[in-house]
Nanobody
Framework: QVQLVESGGGLVQAGGSLRLSCAASGNIRNINRMGWYRQAPGKQRELVAVYTSGGTTNYADSMKGRFTISRDNAKNTVYLQMNSLKPEDTAVYYC????????????????WGQGTQVTVSS
């Protein structure tokens, strides 16, 4: 069974930094796409940053220059370094990945983590 486990959220003052981690586990054959989304109270879930199937990165415009996505392929882990945080960055941050595993007969499935809360105080 594939699982995505996030960590690293918390409370930080405006202008501060946090680093989120997301580790995928299970009988994984391949990860096609992996990245981060967020959902603030009363708002729709939105893209933060993602590694595409081609290995490139996409960022939401409001995060460019402040957030950096990186990964460790050997550990099936993706990171999100968040700098210059603003109160409007407050949200639950979710890891998302498209993964092929033995539990899905090696077909690609879409998986979500449980989310980690990031709160930025002014």
């Amino acid at each position: 069974q594939v699982q995505l486990v996030e960590s690293g959220g918390g409370l930080v003052q405006a202008g501060g930094s946090l680093r989120l981690s997301c580790a995928a586990s299970g009988n994984i054959r391949n990860i096609n796409r992996m990245g981060w989304y967020r959902q603030a109270p009363g708002k729709q879930r939105e893209l933060v940053a993602v590694y595409t199937s081609g290995g490139t990165t996409n960022y939401a415009d409001s995060m460019k220059g402040r957030f950096t996505i990186s990964r460790d392929n050997a550990k099936n882990t993706v990171y999100l370094q968040m700098n210059s945080l603003k109160p409007e960055d407050t949200a639950v941050y979710y890891c998302n990945a498209e993964i092929s595993s033995s539990s899905s007969n090696y077909r690609y499935g879409d998986y979500w983590g449980q989310g980690t809360q990031v709160t930025v105080s002014s």
